[in-house]
């Protein structure tokens, strides 16, 4: 394709979305999003439409449905669908969509008040200012701002063991589901070890690396941090748990220890937490987190 | 990620069969499935079987006893042959299979050789349980894993065949029938019957057909007699009704036929002669192991396939029971449990399952559950180490685990009061936060909680003591020992 053919199509795609209201005529994007009243569309629907189960087998007449059923089982990918010709049917289509809506709620969507106060949890941020800046520039999720830096220095507990942080990073539905199984399962576990835990708390508009900030603030050993995986089509609940021992801003990814895929259809998060008691033994045990932690437990 | 390594599990099966005893000695391969970020998974990814001893004839002593010196005798010098000692020995099975299991002291020469053999090596029998591992030593269960049907085995030793059906990898049902190559010895030379087992002398009067020791015999009546054991199991297979012989020979319950058999595989001694070695130069060469063990195997060749039966090759016939003992008893854990090394191994531990399904939310019902079990299972005065099975593999909440922990603390008190060790399996993974739930109310006990391990109520538990980093027990699930009715 030439650029002359590139220009043309970029010039037409513009103009049709200053027809649509996306962009004014200045090229800048509107404030007002437009109702999406494509011409020749039919009229949205109203009524609710009731997606079909993603465990459902979608093949119509299975030779042998027993074996589907198993290799169903196997695996929560799209598989055994069905089509129609050639196309994937309606049903599989919505599912999609739905899931990949479920994945941009995730991404976008606070954290309710009400589930904070369940959790016991207050609330600091990074000195990122909206979702927007937070998305464009991941540098910043990396660092506490002064007010919050001030609330941690007066709310925490100086210097325990462990500290526990949870952080929204990409996913706050899989902060809601899966902290309030995992947290009490990990501090339970390393109250029956005998190690100390610190006071917990939430960052907003956090990234894995805030827990350099934290860690040599509040002056613990091993720094717990509960982050929001980039959600998928799968799951838009999948949580990691990234451990470090005294971590720094000189910290490299190495020195972090991950578990990840913690949710219910992956590694369940009550179990999750029991582990993850053992594993920070071994962290403070070995004074080391990461491959350096792998290499001296192997 | 950190606690785990690769495992090497040495593993022995020992069969001591109506015709021959064997050993193999098996290398299991314990590793870590997980990808590297995810919580490990410890799995049993290599079987090689490292040693095959060679095929003896079970010694016996003449008064209905196994002959317990020459037994022990004939492995001492098979270690030796081997090069491994007992203490190398991690785990296996012994397994006293066929006409062997009903001498009056199988159950103490399994025990003793088990013992012989190495600190976790659990001792077998059961007509049941022998149809399952001859089974898997088969290749039957791999192959309805493989191809996503229905397979019977019918492993057909000296004393007994042993029917053992497999769907989609797993046993489903099975039984055990009194029929078998060595139930009549007869001299190659002279065609003269050697001896003639109890049986046997069934299967002769059913037929109208007298026949006494040191008699000679017409080949034709020999056939005949292969025709009837092979009738027999046809008649077991195939789901018509039994005839009165048939039952008479059934040691176990018949098969349920509430599934279709799409495929039929033999394995035992008999089964070299099913699939093979039917061209012999003269009659007397059927008879040359002293037995009919061949000839019953030239009619089952004949027989299931003319009855509709889709007869397929095992990868294993003769050896199929000891492999299966050796290689596919032993299981391991999940790798995220709790577990007190101390006490352990611990060997033939009853299972009980207070709750039918997933248990209760409310750890009330749960404790008053545990101890409807243990009151099942003891007298007040006597109890006794007991596993408490919990099934159900769904989410649960922390709330929900603690709750179970709050009930089996309660409910497990009198146990944990004799000196018992808290004994729990858990269907889900949960075993760890469980564990660490249990210690947290009970900080002196000890704790075996693992998971991931389907039990029944009246199974038996061995449980290993950790490997791998102290991620995964080795565990040998044994249902329905020493069932099997006596003829």
């Not at chain 2, 010098?77 to 009056?104: H, L, M, N, S, W």
């Not at chain 2, 564990?435 to 009246?458: F, H, M, T, W, Y």
């Amino acid at each position: 394709m030439n650029t002359q053919t590139e220009k043309d199509i970029a010039a037409n795609v513009i103009k049709e979305l200053i027809a649509l209201g996306f962009l004014d005529s200045t090229g800048k994007t509107t404030n007002v999003p437009p109702t999406l009243a494509l011409p020749g569309s039919p009229a949205v629907d109203s009524e609710p439409v009731e997606l079909l189960s993603a465990e459902l087998i979608g093949v119509d007449n299975p030779h042998n449905l027993d074996a589907l059923k198993i290799m169903r089982k196997a695996t929560p990918a799209r598989i055994l669908m069905g089509r129609c010709g050639c196309r994937q049917k309606t049903a599989s289509l919505l599912r999609f969509l739905a899931d990949h809506a479920a994945a941009v709620d995730a991404v976008f969507k606070d954290l309710p008040e009400t589930f904070l106060e369940q959790q016991k949890l207050f609330q600091v941020k990074t000195v990122v200012r909206d979702k927007d800046e937070y998305l464009m520039k991941p540098e910043l999720g990396k660092r506490l701002d002064e007010a919050s830096r001030a609330i941690l220095l007066e709310k925490c507990k100086k210097n325990p063991q462990v500290q526990i942080i949870v952080v929204d990073g990409l996913s706050t539905t899989s902060i809601e589901a899966n902290i309030g199984d995992v947290m009490p399962a990990l501090v339970q576990g390393l109250m029956t070890m005998g190690v100390s835990v610190g006071t917990p708390f939430y960052v907003k508009y956090g990234r894995v690396g805030i827990m350099d900030d934290i860690a040599p603030l509040l002056g613990c050993e091993v720094i717990v941090e509960f982050i929001g995986e980039r959600p998928g089509l799968i799951t838009a609940e999948s949580m990691s748990a990234y451990l470090a021992y005294k971590p720094t801003h000189a910290t490299i990814e190495a020195e972090r220890t991950v578990i990840s895929n913690i949710h219910r259809g992956g590694t369940g998060p009550v179990e999750a937490g029991a582990h993850l008691a053992t594993v920070v033994k071994q962290m403070l045990d070995h004074k080391a987190g990461g491959v350096k932690l792998a290499e001296q437990v192997k | 990620m950190a606690d785990f390594h690769t495992s090497i599990i040495r593993s022995i099966g020992i069969d001591i069969g109506t015709t021959t005893t064997q050993f193999v000695l098996s290398r299991l391969t314990v590793k870590n499935m997980a990808p590297g970020t995810l919580v490990p998974r410890m799995e049993i990814t290599d079987k090689d079987v490292i040693y095959r001893s060679k095929i003896h004839f079970t010694p016996i002593a003449t008064n209905n006893r196994i002959d317990a010196a020459g037994l022990l005798a004939l492995l001492h010098d098979e270690f030796e042959e081997a090069g491994v000692r007992p203490g190398e020995i991690d785990t296996g099975a012994v397994i006293i299979t066929g006409e062997t299991a009903k001498k009056e002291n199988a159950r103490a020469i399994s025990a003793q050789v088990a013992s012989l053999a190495g600190d976790f090596v659990v001792a077998t029998a059961g007509g049941k349980l022998e149809s399952i591992i001859a089974g898997k030593g088969s290749g039957a269960a791999d192959y309805s894993r493989n191809y996503l049907c229905t397979v019977a085995n019918i492993d057909i030793g000296g004393g007994t065949a042993n029917i053992g059906i497999f769907h989609h990898g797993s046993a489903i049902d099975s039984c055990c029938i009194n029929v078998g190559g060595r139930l009549l010895q007869v001299d190659p030379e002279s065609v003269r019957i050697i001896a003639i087992s109890q049986p046997m002398a069934a299967i002769l009067a059913g037929m109208d057909l007298a026949l006494s020791v040191n008699q000679r015999v017409e080949f034709a009546d020999l056939d005949r007699i292969c025709q009837v054991m092979a009738t027999i199991i046809g008649e077991c297979l195939g789901g018509n009704s039994l005839s009165e012989l048939a039952q008479q020979l059934l040691m176990t319950e018949p098969l349920r036929h509430d599934y279709q058999i799409e495929a039929v595989m033999i394995s035992g001694g008999v089964a070299d002669y099913v699939y093979g070695d039917q061209g012999w130069p003269d009659p007397n060469h059927g008879l040359r192991h002293g037995d009919i063990g061949p000839l019953l195997g030239r009619e089952i060749a004949r027989l299931l396939p003319a009855e509709g039966h889709n007869l397929i090759r095992p990868t294993e016939t003769i050896r199929a029971t000891v492999i299966g003992a050796g290689a596919r008893t032993v299981d391991v854990s999940g790798s995220t449990i709790m577990v007190d090394d101390a006490r352990l191994p611990l060997k033939n531990i009853p299972v009980a399952l207070p709750f039918v399904e997933a248990f209760p939310a409310d750890s009330e019902a749960i404790r008053e559950a545990v101890t409807r079990s243990i009151g099942s299972f003891f007298a007040e005065h006597e109890l006794a180490p007991l596993a408490i099975g919990v099934p159900g593999s769904g989410y649960r909440s922390f709330a929900d685990v603690q709750a179970l922990a709050t009930g089996l603390s309660q409910g497990l008190a009198p146990l944990h009061n004799a000196g018992f060790p808290l004994i729990v399996i858990v269907e889900a993974d949960l075993a760890k936060v469980l564990g660490q739930s249990l210690r947290a109310r009970n900080p002196a006990a000890a704790i075996i909680c693992i998971d991931q391990l389907q039990v029944k109520e009246g199974d038996y538990i061995d449980i290993g003591r950790s490997i791998a980093g102290g991620t995964v027990v080795p565990v040998v699930i044994k249902s329905l020992i020493f069932e099997t009715r006596q003829v």
